[in-house]
Protein backbone atom coordinates (compact mmCIF):
# COMPACT_ATOMS: atom_id res chain seq x y z
CA UNK A 1 0.00 0.00 0.00
CA UNK A 2 2.55 2.63 1.02
CA UNK A 3 4.68 1.27 -1.94
CA UNK A 4 1.99 2.49 -4.08
CA UNK A 5 1.54 5.50 -3.14
CA UNK A 6 4.91 6.38 -3.16
CA UNK A 7 4.94 5.68 -6.77
CA UNK A 8 2.30 7.95 -7.13
CA UNK A 9 4.56 11.29 -6.36
CA UNK A 10 5.48 12.12 -10.03
CA UNK A 11 2.31 11.14 -11.28
CA UNK A 12 -0.10 14.21 -12.26
CA UNK A 13 -3.28 14.64 -10.05
CA UNK A 14 -6.19 13.93 -12.27
CA UNK A 15 -9.27 12.98 -12.41
CA UNK A 16 -10.19 9.59 -14.58
CA UNK A 17 -11.57 11.31 -17.45
CA UNK A 18 -8.55 13.92 -17.15
CA UNK A 19 -9.24 16.87 -14.97
CA UNK A 20 -6.65 18.45 -13.82
CA UNK A 21 -6.54 19.33 -9.78
CA UNK A 22 -4.01 20.90 -8.19
CA UNK A 23 -2.16 19.44 -4.99
CA UNK A 24 -0.34 21.85 -2.51
CA UNK A 25 0.97 21.76 0.90
CA UNK A 26 0.01 23.51 4.26
CA UNK A 27 3.43 24.13 5.88
CA UNK A 28 4.17 26.24 8.75
CA UNK A 29 8.17 25.51 9.73
CA UNK A 30 10.97 25.33 7.09
CA UNK A 31 11.23 21.22 8.15
CA UNK A 32 7.76 20.73 6.54
CA UNK A 33 9.45 21.48 3.04
CA UNK A 34 10.68 18.29 2.90
CA UNK A 35 7.91 16.46 3.53
CA UNK A 36 5.86 18.52 1.11
CA UNK A 37 8.44 17.67 -1.88
CA UNK A 38 8.48 13.77 -0.70
CA UNK A 39 4.72 13.54 -0.72
CA UNK A 40 4.78 15.61 -4.49
CA UNK A 41 3.28 18.89 -3.47
CA UNK A 42 3.13 21.57 -6.25
CA UNK A 43 4.20 24.05 -3.91
CA UNK A 44 2.34 25.72 -0.63
CA UNK A 45 -1.02 26.49 -0.65
CA UNK A 46 -0.54 28.01 3.23
CA UNK A 47 2.29 28.89 4.19
CA UNK A 48 1.21 29.59 8.52
CA UNK A 49 3.64 32.11 9.41
CA UNK A 50 2.91 31.89 12.88
CA UNK A 51 4.83 29.27 13.96
CA UNK A 52 8.54 30.54 13.50
CA UNK A 53 7.06 33.08 15.09
CA UNK A 54 6.08 31.10 18.07
CA UNK A 55 9.17 28.86 18.50
CA UNK A 56 11.18 32.15 19.37
CA UNK A 57 11.37 34.26 22.36
CA UNK A 58 10.66 38.23 20.72
CA UNK A 59 9.41 39.04 17.01
CA UNK A 60 12.11 38.26 14.48
CA UNK A 61 13.28 41.45 12.70
CA UNK A 62 12.95 41.86 9.03
CA UNK A 63 16.01 40.17 8.23
CA UNK A 64 15.45 37.24 10.16
CA UNK A 65 12.11 36.69 8.46
CA UNK A 66 13.49 37.31 4.87
CA UNK A 67 16.14 34.46 5.48
CA UNK A 68 13.46 31.52 6.32
CA UNK A 69 10.67 32.47 3.53
CA UNK A 70 13.63 32.49 1.05
CA UNK A 71 14.53 29.45 2.54
CA UNK A 72 11.44 28.29 1.75
CA UNK A 73 10.88 30.27 -1.86
CA UNK A 74 13.67 28.62 -2.63
CA UNK A 75 13.45 25.12 -1.71
CA UNK A 76 10.70 24.66 -4.13
CA UNK A 77 12.44 25.60 -6.49
CA UNK A 78 10.33 27.71 -8.96
CA UNK A 79 6.73 26.59 -7.96
CA UNK A 80 4.02 28.50 -6.06
CA UNK A 81 4.15 29.78 -2.45
CA UNK A 82 1.10 31.12 -0.92
CA UNK A 83 2.59 33.06 2.48
CA UNK A 84 -0.31 34.34 4.88
CA UNK A 85 0.95 37.13 7.17
CA UNK A 86 0.52 36.46 11.15
CA UNK A 87 -2.72 34.43 12.47
CA UNK A 88 -2.16 35.12 15.55
CA UNK A 89 -5.05 35.07 18.82
CA UNK A 90 -7.58 32.16 18.78
CA UNK A 91 -5.81 29.55 20.24
CA UNK A 92 -2.26 30.59 18.65
CA UNK A 93 -0.97 32.60 21.19
CA UNK A 94 2.93 34.07 21.41
CA UNK A 95 4.86 33.41 24.57
CA UNK A 96 6.16 37.44 24.39
CA UNK A 97 2.83 38.67 23.12
CA UNK A 98 0.30 38.06 25.58
CA UNK A 99 -3.19 39.03 24.50
CA UNK A 100 -5.66 40.60 26.94
CA UNK A 101 -7.98 38.46 28.70
CA UNK A 102 -11.17 37.81 26.35
CA UNK A 103 -14.28 36.13 26.66
CA UNK A 104 -14.59 34.70 22.96
CA UNK A 105 -10.55 35.07 21.63
CA UNK A 106 -12.08 33.32 18.22
CA UNK A 107 -14.39 36.33 18.25
CA UNK A 108 -11.83 38.82 19.62
CA UNK A 109 -8.68 39.97 18.95
CA UNK A 110 -7.39 37.92 16.81
CA UNK A 111 -4.97 37.81 13.28
CA UNK A 112 -4.98 40.35 10.51
CA UNK A 113 -6.75 42.27 12.80
CA UNK A 114 -3.82 42.31 15.57
CA UNK A 115 -1.46 43.11 12.50
CA UNK A 116 -3.63 45.93 11.25
CA UNK A 117 -3.46 47.53 15.33
CA UNK A 118 0.78 47.13 14.88
CA UNK A 119 1.30 48.46 12.11
CA UNK A 120 5.19 48.20 12.91
CA UNK A 121 4.93 44.69 13.22
CA UNK A 122 2.53 43.82 10.08
CA UNK A 123 4.87 46.41 8.24
CA UNK A 124 7.77 44.39 9.03
CA UNK A 125 6.62 41.47 7.82
CA UNK A 126 5.11 42.63 4.58
CA UNK A 127 8.27 43.70 3.61
CA UNK A 128 9.66 40.59 4.18
CA UNK A 129 7.43 38.47 2.30
CA UNK A 130 8.10 40.93 -0.72
CA UNK A 131 11.67 40.67 -0.56
CA UNK A 132 11.26 37.22 -0.65
CA UNK A 133 9.15 37.42 -3.75
CA UNK A 134 12.32 37.67 -6.06
CA UNK A 135 13.19 34.36 -5.70
CA UNK A 136 10.35 32.46 -7.08
CA UNK A 137 6.67 33.04 -7.48
CA UNK A 138 5.34 34.35 -4.05
CA UNK A 139 1.13 35.26 -3.15
CA UNK A 140 0.71 37.28 0.13
CA UNK A 141 -2.55 36.32 2.06
CA UNK A 142 -4.16 38.11 4.55
CA UNK A 143 -6.04 35.70 7.31
CA UNK A 144 -9.71 36.57 9.00
CA UNK A 145 -10.48 39.19 6.78
CA UNK A 146 -14.08 40.47 7.26
CA UNK A 147 -14.93 43.54 5.33
CA UNK A 148 -13.33 45.77 1.95
CA UNK A 149 -12.19 48.19 4.72
CA UNK A 150 -9.65 46.04 6.09
CA UNK A 151 -8.35 44.90 2.61
CA UNK A 152 -8.11 48.20 2.00
CA UNK A 153 -6.08 49.23 4.84
CA UNK A 154 -3.81 46.11 4.25
CA UNK A 155 -3.18 46.62 0.62
CA UNK A 156 -2.32 50.13 1.71
CA UNK A 157 0.49 48.63 4.54
CA UNK A 158 1.64 46.57 1.23
CA UNK A 159 1.99 50.54 -0.66
CA UNK A 160 3.80 52.00 1.93
CA UNK A 161 6.19 48.92 2.22
CA UNK A 162 6.71 49.08 -1.05
CA UNK A 163 7.71 52.43 -1.00
CA UNK A 164 9.67 52.09 2.10
CA UNK A 165 12.01 48.67 0.40
CA UNK A 166 12.16 51.57 -2.72
CA UNK A 167 13.51 53.79 -0.32
CA UNK A 168 16.47 51.81 0.81
CA UNK A 169 16.98 50.14 -2.24
CA UNK A 170 16.14 46.72 -1.48
CA UNK A 171 14.94 44.64 -4.56
CA UNK A 172 11.37 43.20 -3.90
CA UNK A 173 8.65 41.47 -6.29
CA UNK A 174 6.70 44.74 -7.76
CA UNK A 175 3.76 42.66 -8.75
CA UNK A 176 3.11 39.97 -5.98
CA UNK A 177 -0.35 38.80 -6.06
CA UNK A 178 -2.47 39.49 -2.94
CA UNK A 179 -5.08 37.14 -1.45
CA UNK A 180 -7.68 37.34 1.03
CA UNK A 181 -8.89 33.99 3.58
CA UNK A 182 -12.43 32.80 3.19
CA UNK A 183 -13.30 32.13 6.45
CA UNK A 184 -15.31 34.77 8.22
CA UNK A 185 -18.79 34.04 6.59
CA UNK A 186 -19.20 37.93 5.96
CA UNK A 187 -16.69 37.22 3.05
CA UNK A 188 -19.13 35.04 1.45
CA UNK A 189 -21.61 37.48 1.23
CA UNK A 190 -19.47 40.28 -0.05
CA UNK A 191 -17.84 38.03 -2.47
CA UNK A 192 -17.90 40.20 -5.29
CA UNK A 193 -16.66 43.12 -3.59
CA UNK A 194 -13.97 41.26 -2.73
CA UNK A 195 -13.22 40.02 -6.08
CA UNK A 196 -12.78 43.40 -7.17
CA UNK A 197 -9.52 44.37 -5.14
CA UNK A 198 -7.70 41.26 -4.46
CA UNK A 199 -5.83 38.35 -6.87
CA UNK A 200 -7.02 34.87 -5.17
CA UNK A 201 -9.02 33.34 -2.72
CA UNK A 202 -8.12 30.97 -0.03
CA UNK A 203 -11.11 29.09 1.65
CA UNK A 204 -10.18 28.58 5.34
CA UNK A 205 -12.65 26.04 6.11
CA UNK A 206 -11.41 25.22 9.47
CA UNK A 207 -12.63 28.80 10.40
CA UNK A 208 -15.77 29.09 8.25
CA UNK A 209 -17.00 25.84 9.49
CA UNK A 210 -16.58 27.39 13.09
CA UNK A 211 -18.20 30.34 12.47
CA UNK A 212 -21.16 29.10 10.41
CA UNK A 213 -22.35 26.76 12.77
CA UNK A 214 -21.02 28.56 16.16
CA UNK A 215 -18.88 25.53 17.00
CA UNK A 216 -15.65 25.82 18.20
CA UNK A 217 -13.31 23.93 16.22
CA UNK A 218 -11.35 22.90 19.02
CA UNK A 219 -14.06 22.01 21.71
CA UNK A 220 -14.76 18.24 22.03
CA UNK A 221 -18.17 19.02 23.70
CA UNK A 222 -19.56 20.43 20.34
CA UNK A 223 -17.44 18.30 17.91
CA UNK A 224 -20.99 16.68 16.87
CA UNK A 225 -22.14 20.92 15.94
CA UNK A 226 -18.49 21.04 13.83
CA UNK A 227 -19.82 19.20 10.48
CA UNK A 228 -17.91 19.99 7.14
CA UNK A 229 -21.12 18.61 5.09
CA UNK A 230 -24.09 20.79 7.18
CA UNK A 231 -25.69 22.05 3.77
CA UNK A 232 -25.31 25.74 4.99
CA UNK A 233 -21.45 24.93 4.77
CA UNK A 234 -21.97 23.32 1.34
CA UNK A 235 -24.32 26.93 0.28
CA UNK A 236 -21.42 28.86 0.94
CA UNK A 237 -18.80 26.73 -0.81
CA UNK A 238 -20.52 26.44 -3.97
CA UNK A 239 -21.28 30.07 -4.13
CA UNK A 240 -17.71 31.18 -3.33
CA UNK A 241 -16.73 28.86 -6.08
CA UNK A 242 -18.93 30.67 -8.60
CA UNK A 243 -18.05 34.10 -7.43
CA UNK A 244 -14.06 33.17 -8.44
CA UNK A 245 -15.19 31.39 -11.23
CA UNK A 246 -17.07 34.31 -12.65
CA UNK A 247 -13.89 36.88 -11.54
CA UNK A 248 -11.35 34.48 -12.65
CA UNK A 249 -9.74 34.39 -9.71
CA UNK A 250 -8.13 31.33 -8.03
CA UNK A 251 -9.45 29.52 -5.46
CA UNK A 252 -7.77 27.64 -3.30
CA UNK A 253 -9.16 25.22 0.01
CA UNK A 254 -6.77 24.65 2.27
CA UNK A 255 -8.76 23.55 5.33
CA UNK A 256 -8.06 20.01 6.79
CA UNK A 257 -12.08 19.46 5.56
CA UNK A 258 -10.20 17.95 1.70
CA UNK A 259 -8.24 15.67 3.77
CA UNK A 260 -11.36 13.13 3.90
CA UNK A 261 -12.35 11.66 0.63
CA UNK A 262 -16.07 11.96 1.02
CA UNK A 263 -15.79 15.08 1.68
CA UNK A 264 -13.49 15.75 -1.35
CA UNK A 265 -16.14 13.96 -3.38
CA UNK A 266 -18.59 16.70 -2.58
CA UNK A 267 -15.90 19.31 -2.86
CA UNK A 268 -14.71 18.28 -6.85
CA UNK A 269 -18.34 18.19 -7.39
CA UNK A 270 -18.98 21.64 -6.15
CA UNK A 271 -16.06 22.96 -8.56
CA UNK A 272 -13.06 23.45 -6.38
CA UNK A 273 -9.65 22.54 -8.31
CA UNK A 274 -6.90 23.33 -6.31
CA UNK A 275 -6.20 22.14 -2.63
CA UNK A 276 -4.21 22.82 -0.08
CA UNK A 277 -3.41 20.36 2.92
CA UNK A 278 -0.74 18.64 5.23
CA UNK A 279 1.90 17.29 2.63
CA UNK A 280 1.27 13.36 3.93
CA UNK A 281 -2.35 13.66 2.73
CA UNK A 282 -1.29 14.39 -0.80
CA UNK A 283 -0.66 11.22 -2.28
CA UNK A 284 -3.63 8.99 -0.92
CA UNK A 285 -5.47 12.41 -2.05
CA UNK A 286 -4.10 11.84 -5.73
CA UNK A 287 -4.88 8.38 -5.53
CA UNK A 288 -8.57 9.41 -4.54
CA UNK A 289 -8.42 11.72 -7.14
CA UNK A 290 -7.51 9.55 -10.34
CA UNK A 291 -10.18 6.97 -9.74
CA UNK A 292 -12.77 9.80 -9.21
CA UNK A 293 -15.43 10.69 -12.41
CA UNK A 294 -15.93 13.56 -12.68
CA UNK A 295 -19.54 13.92 -14.29
CA UNK A 296 -20.38 11.85 -10.90
CA UNK A 297 -18.91 13.84 -8.60
CA UNK A 298 -20.99 16.96 -10.16
CA UNK A 299 -23.95 15.26 -10.15
CA UNK A 300 -23.51 14.31 -5.89
CA UNK A 301 -22.91 17.47 -5.64
CA UNK A 302 -25.91 19.14 -7.71
CA UNK A 303 -27.95 16.21 -5.61
CA UNK A 304 -26.31 17.03 -1.85
CA UNK A 305 -27.76 20.58 -2.15
CA UNK A 306 -31.08 19.84 -2.79
CA UNK A 307 -30.94 18.38 0.83
CA UNK A 308 -31.42 20.26 4.27
CA UNK A 309 -29.96 17.84 6.71
CA UNK A 310 -26.50 16.25 6.95
CA UNK A 311 -27.28 12.89 7.47
CA UNK A 312 -28.85 12.99 4.31
CA UNK A 313 -25.93 13.98 2.24
CA UNK A 314 -23.86 11.92 4.14
CA UNK A 315 -25.33 8.84 3.20
CA UNK A 316 -26.06 10.17 -0.51
CA UNK A 317 -22.11 10.76 -0.52
CA UNK A 318 -21.25 7.47 1.22
CA UNK A 319 -23.86 5.41 -1.30
CA UNK A 320 -21.67 7.25 -4.53
CA UNK A 321 -18.33 6.66 -2.88
CA UNK A 322 -19.40 2.93 -2.81
CA UNK A 323 -20.87 2.29 -6.17
CA UNK A 324 -17.99 4.28 -8.13
CA UNK A 325 -15.16 2.81 -6.50
C1 LIG B 1 -8.65 27.59 8.09
O1 LIG B 1 -9.18 28.35 8.92
O2 LIG B 1 -9.28 26.75 7.44
C2 LIG B 1 -7.21 27.64 7.82
C3 LIG B 1 -6.67 26.96 6.82
O3 LIG B 1 -6.42 28.37 8.64
P1 LIG B 1 -6.05 27.98 10.13
O4 LIG B 1 -6.36 26.50 10.30
O5 LIG B 1 -4.61 28.31 10.29
O6 LIG B 1 -6.95 28.86 10.95
MG1 LIG C 1 -8.22 30.06 9.75
Known sequence: ???????????????????GIT????IGLVSDVDVALRNGASGVGLYRTEF???ARGDFPDRQDQYRLYRKVVEGFAGQPITIRTLDIGGDKVLPYFAPPAEDNPFMGWRSVRVSLDNPDIFSTQIE????????????????????IEE?????????????TLSEEGIPFAENMPLGVMIEVPATIHIAHQLAELVDFFALGTNDLVQYLLAADRNNPLVNKYYDPLHPAVLQA?????EVAAEHDKGLCLCGEMATDPLNLLALVGLGLREFSMPAPFIPRTKAFLRDLDLPTAENAADKVL????????RSHLIDILHTTQ
Open 1 to 19: ELHKLDGLRDLPAITRDGT
Open 23 to 26: LRAN
Open 52 to 54: PYM
Open 128 to 147: AILMAGIHGPVKMLFPMISS
Open 151 to 163: VKACRAVVSQAKQ
Open 237 to 241: IRCIC
Open 306 to 313: KLGDSIAI
